[in-house]
């Protein structure tokens, strides 16, 4: 048999909280058996012990009941949690040790329910004594077993569900022998599609309700439909994981239109692929909700739909704001002078739309404190929108980096507000040292530093570090931060 860890199971009983009851020691003979029974179990001659069957205090019931406790006394239960487990359900008394109770206990142990393990998983679910052990209990621990792998490391890889876990609408969770070959269906139609054992464990513990699924006229209509449309391979358990209510969600009247309409923008499989991959949840927003309310006041605006589609495909969540704020940007970004067909228009209405009042007079300060006018934040905002979406924090470590270190123009930064989207240390500091060296060199032209902070990564290290190398050999230890080699003398 395959062995497992012991919490692996356990996480998905049912826990219920036990009721304390009365203990007493337990020899054995009849008449002490009746008396623990009787006080501690709370139950008496004719209590009911299952279906149609009560508790007889006769000598052959009496040694029924003696055989029982005796062998969960031999499995490591105490008095007291005997108690526990007759009093929650006496029915166990109606047990057969031989071909009920020994067979589940085998079983049990073997999974790796062992030492005070085994008291503990059947006190905390004594309905396990009672269900069939062909037909339920290894039906349930395989389908578990399929979720969440060999191995179950611990409770944090597993679904986090129990019998009684909602999964959909006014729906329970029912691992039972109707229930285990449509779970079983649903688990390999994810492993044949990609998904690994943690990743299908993931998906159900967020996703309950998709074990209701249906494989044939659910789960594989959209499949089929998110393949054909580029997400193939890695990128479709990807995509699943990040918004598992995909799965949920109606494909002729969600997805599809969604889809469509996406793309009406975008124009390319490709780019609305890229699109929802970074924003998942586009997929399930509303077609006929904000998202075409949205489009609708830009396309009546003028704004062209290839700058729409960049909006979408940059900064996907401002198309699906409420539809009042966008209006308010559009009209805050034509008093500002940004003309829609202007392609800088969507990147303005983008930036004045993802910031609240409070926010946006936050940034305008921090450019204020260093020193610009409302002109001058105007004009920079024209230039390049995107840079207030920079934090404060970087506003201020960018301009500090141009201004103190640099030393560049105060009104570089105005001229040239994409700078406040570099990175100072992987970007900014290591090219400003290269050229200093340059400059030491006499290397560099009239070329104004400004401008190469934003060349493209392989022309600048073509142009200013590689095209050096016989000059200045550990030119690119120094753009890379290799200490040792900036400590070298350049001369």
């Known amino acids: 048999m395959f062995k497992i860890s012991s919490t692996f199971l356990l996480h998905f009983i049912h826990k219920r909280s036990l009721n304390t009851v009365s203990t007493s020691t337990l020899p054995l003979p009849s008449v002490s058996t009746i008396q623990f029974l009787t006080n501690s179990c709370g139950l008496s001659s004719g209590s009911p012990t299952s279906k149609g069957r009560k508790l007889q205090?006769?000598?052959k019931s009496i040694q029924k009941y003696e055989a029982i406790i005796g062998f969960l006394k031999s499995h490591g239960f105490e008095n007291s949690q005997?108690?526990?487990l007759v009093s929650k359900q006496p029915s166990i008394l109606q047990s057969k040790v031989s071909n009920n109770l020994k067979p589940?206990?085998?079983f049990l142990q073997e999974v790796g329910f062992v030492g005070p393990l085994l008291p503990k998983l059947i006190l905390s679910n004594?309905?396990?004594?009672?269900r069939s052990l062909d037909s339920q209990l290894k039906p349930t621990f395989f389908i578990l077993k399929e979720i969440l792998g060999e191995k179950g490391n611990s409770i944090k890889n597993s679904c986090g569900l129990s019998t009684e876990s909602p999964s959909s609408a006014g729906r329970k969770l029912r691992i039972d022998e109707k229930n285990i070959q449509q779970y079983e269906a649903i688990v390999g139609f994810f492993k044949s599609h990609g998904f690994e054992n943690s990743q299908i464990a993931k998906l159900v513990s967020r996703q309950p309700s998709i074990l209701q699924s249906t494989v044939s006229t659910n789960l594989k209509p959209k499949f089929e439909f998110l393949q054909e449309n580029g997400f193939v391979g890695p990128l479709l358990p990807k995509l699943i994981l990040s918004n598992p209510g995909i799965l949920i969600r109606s494909l002729d009247s969600q997805l599809k239109p969604t889809f469509r309409l996406i793309k009406e923008m975008l124009e390319s499989d490709v780019k609305v692929t890229t699109a929802i991959c970074r924003s998942t949840w586009l997929l399930t927003s509303n077609s006929k909700g904000p998202m075409r309310s949205n489009i609708d006041v830009l396309v009546s605006e003028g704004v062209p739909s290839r700058n729409i589609g960049k909006m979408i495909e940059?900064?996907?969540r401002t198309i699906t704001l409420n539809v009042d704020r966008m209006i308010d940007a559009v009209k805050t970004v034509k008093e500002l002078g940004v003309e829609p067909k202007d392609r800088k228009f969507v990147l303005a209405v983008s930036a004045v739309v993802s910031r609240s009042d409070s926010a946006w007079k936050k940034k305008i300060n921090v450019m204020k404190s260093l020193g610009w006018s409302e002109?001058?934040?105007l004009t920079a905002f024209k230039r390049y929108p995107p840079f207030f979406n920079c934090s404060e924090e970087k506003m201020r470590d960018v301009a500090d980096f141009c201004f103190n270190t640099a030393k560049l123009d105060p009104g570089t930064l105005i001229r040239y507000p994409v700078l406040f989207k570099y990175s100072v240390d992987k970007r900014l500091r290591p090219r400003y040292k290269v050229l200093e060296v340059l400059k030491v060199k006499n290397l560099l032209k009239n070329e104004k530093s400004a401008q190469l902070f934003f060349r493209g990564e392989r022309e600048?290290?073509?142009?200013y570090i590689v095209k050096h190398l016989d000059e200045i050999p550990n030119?690119?230890?120094i753009y890379r931060g290799n200490v040792a080699s900036e400590t070298k003398s350049v001369l």
Do not use: C, Q, R, Y
């Not at 004594?126 to 009672?130: A, D, F, H, Q, R």
């Not at 600048?460 to 142009?463: D, G, I, K």
């Open 475 to 477: 030119l690119m230890d």
């Open 104 to 106: 589940k206990f085998e």
């Open 375 to 377: 002109k001058e934040i």
């Open 57 to 59: 205090f006769d000598g």
């Open 314 to 316: 940059l900064n996907p």
């Open 460 to 463: 600048f290290v073509e142009n």
């Open 82 to 84: 005997i108690a526990k």
């Open 126 to 130: 004594p309905g396990i004594l009672i």
